[in-house]
């Protein structure tokens, strides 16, 4: 009889949402995961750049955390709090990759114009990263994905855009994923006549549309209020965060509040 003892890893089927930074799931599809764990399922949320910074901040990163009221070392662990209020209040489990948000790459963007534009060069593999490094903190969580949530990248952020074709990847390789309207941005006029057009360029043109009760559109929007670093930068045109959140999910409902999803 064999002398090595053989360790069983228990995994759990769950639908994975993937968040750019720290509030978008919560922001634009929160009530998605509020219901699915009404349901009994265990929704996880993975942050993808959810990492500290590596090295000294440029001028344009310490202004972004002035404007969050935070210092300069402070940011990532606030923000992360954050992030477990909203976990707690939707009933999922948070997760976060070592990936830093784009305002700390190197000095590849400085400015509001480079962040919402192009991916920078040396950034054109960026999505096979995220996909090892998504799938093997997976595995070690003992995570088995049942299906995928990524950002449609409306308002075109960069790291948005990196998920949006890591998603593209996962759908490529056969996994069920599904695009959420990254809000407040999928709010905004300047965006919101353009969703559908934009969701053409890279989506199946399948729509689902996700009915929220009463409760579980509270529940987006108390964890939408968790964020209070970046309540007053993200809803700088749009107003009060609550209304803002509830408007939209009405606007996509036609009266009723709702959450819409495309799928890749």
Not at 29 to 52: N, Q, W, Y
Not at 55 to 84: C, K, Y
Not at 92 to 105: G, H, N, P, Q, V
Not at 132 to 154: K, N, Q, R
Request: glycine content about 8%; some cysteine.
């Amino acid at each position: 009889m064999s002398g090595y003892a053989i360790r069983v890893v228990e995994r759990t089927t769950s639908a994975v949402f993937l968040a750019p930074h720290y509030d978008d799931v919560a922001l634009s599809c929160g009530g998605t995961v509020a219901r699915l764990a009404d349901s009994g399922e265990a929704p996880v949320i993975i942050t993808v750049f959810g990492g500290k910074p590596d090295g000294p901040l440029t001028q344009f990163a310490s202004d972004m955390h002035q404007r969050w009221g935070v210092g300069p070392n402070d940011a990532i662990a606030l923000r992360r709090t954050e992030e477990q209020c909203a976990e707690r209040v939707l009933g999922a489990r948070s997760i976060w990759l070592d990936f830093a948000d784009a305002i700390y790459r190197d000095g590849r963007y400085t400015s509001d114009l480079q962040l919402f534009g192009a991916i920078h060069p040396r950034e054109a593999e960026f999505a096979m990263d995220i996909h090892e490094a998504m799938f093997d903190t997976l595995d070690a969580a003992g995570i088995a994905p049942s299906s995928f949530y990524v950002p449609l990248a409306i308002g075109n952020h960069v790291d948005h855009q990196h998920v949006l074709t890591a998603g593209l990847k996962l759908a490529q390789s056969g996994y069920e994923v599904s695009a959420y309207e990254d809000f407040p941005y999928a709010g905004d006029p300047a965006w919101r006549d353009t969703i559908e057009a934009r969701a053409l360029n890279v989506t199946s043109n399948q729509i689902s549309l996700n009915r929220l009760t009463p409760s579980q559109l509270d529940r987006r929007v108390e964890a939408v209020l968790c964020y209070r670093s970046q309540l007053d930068v993200i809803f700088r045109r749009q107003g009060d965060p609550a209304t803002a959140t509830r408007r939209y999910a009405r606007v996509v409902g036609n009266g009723e509040p709702a959450e819409r999803f495309w799928r890749l």
